[in-house]
């Protein structure tokens, strides 16, 4: 297996809602993982590989990498709930845009990995009174709709990205809802990016072939929107989606270079459409210290897309795919 590949550049990307930027700030550096290099083998259960401390693939030995923080990215398709609704363990909406950074601050590396929204993937199921019931491959996506659409939705989805990944560990999440996609924009005094889609259908001043400065609702449009779209697909979307977010991350990392405390001013804007398990302070604190870090290109998961039996898409990864992408990512050679 190659070592960990370090060439720069930028390509389409990533999924839906503009989302989790109050972090994603530091996380940019895209591009498409390279697809050369020998596979490893795949003798067995594949997750019983990664569930010990070291491994052995085509007879090397591999340990996890020391010093690794992982935070798992997520948009939410519905604004955020109120503090005194009623628990609903059901609707706490989708989790479309997925993204899990993985921050190595031995090599100094930001490694991440894209995860399709309509990846299927064991994800826990609660009944009507938040008891957990069984365990079922669906769409990861709707792991954030059973729970409570704040912490417990959140956990929820940070378990079935886990499954996902062969029992890698995802201990931090942050959320952003649907309407702090808005917030963020304002924020930052709006982005600008060219319209080479056919918005008309949801703001005909969105005019095709021209290059807009967006405002809030805007924003929201330009990431969010596909069904209303001339070509409705989840991966038209994420392309467009790319786009708005490489502009941003220009934005954000001018207005980090000089004033460390910009982040955190970011952080309170964002607060109220945020879910996180991670403080004001310790975000900061590892925004700073990882933004010099270099930037890996994007993974995104190869495998295939299908209409599942329900009527849905849905994407299988490939299982060899994902072993190597795990190897390469969460591991080192034993010396």
């Not at 659409?149 to 886990?162: F, I």
Request: glycine share 8%; aromatic share 8%; proline share 5%.
């Amino acid at each position: 297996m190659q070592g960990r590949r370090r060439r720069r550049g930028r390509g389409s990307v990533i999924a839906i809602c503009g989302l989790t930027m109050a972090i994603v700030l530091l996380f940019f550096g895209l591009d498409w993982l390279e697809r050369q290099g020998r596979k490893p083998e795949t003798r067995g259960d594949l997750r019983a590989r990664y569930v010990d401390e070291a491994i052995t693939i085509n007879g090397k030995s591999y340990r996890k990498r020391p010093s690794l923080t992982t935070i798992l990215l997520l948009g939410i398709d519905q604004p955020a709930r109120n503090s005194d609704e009623p628990d609903d363990y059901h609707s706490g909406g989708n989790a479309d845009f997925l993204r899990l950074i993985v921050i190595d601050s031995t090599e100094k590396t930001i490694s991440q990995i894209q995860i399709d929204r309509d990846t299927v993937a064991p994800v826990t199921v609660l009944n009507l009174i938040g008891e957990r019931t069984d365990t079922r491959p669906l769409q990861i996506a709707l792991s954030h709709s059973y729970g409570d659409g704040k912490k417990l939705s959140c956990e929820l989805t940070a378990e079935a990205v886990s499954r996902l990944l062969l029992d890698t560990p995802v201990p931090y999440y942050a959320a952003l809802n649907l309407d702090g996609i808005a917030a963020l924009n304002d924020f930052v005094g709006g982005v600008t990016v060219p319209i080479d889609d056919d918005f008309s259908s949801v703001d005909p001043t969105m005019i095709q072939g021209t290059a807009l400065r967006l405002t809030g609702k805007q924003a929201e449009y330009f990431v969010r929107s596909r069904t209303d779209m001339p070509i409705g697909t989840n991966e038209a979307r994420m392309a467009r989606q790319q786009v708005y977010l490489s502009r941003l991350s220009d934005i954000l990392r001018e207005k980090m270079k000089d004033d460390p405390d910009w982040f955190g001013a970011l952080f309170d804007a964002l607060r109220p459409y945020l879910v996180t398990n991670m403080t004001r302070s310790y975000l900061a604190d590892t925004a700073y210290r990882a933004r010099r870090n270099e930037h890996l290109p994007l993974i995104q998961l190869p495998g295939a897309h299908e209409i599942g039996v329900t009527g849905y898409m849905e994407f299988h990864p490939d299982e060899e795919a994902l072993s190597r992408i795990i190897t390469e990512v969460f591991y080192r050679p034993a010396e």
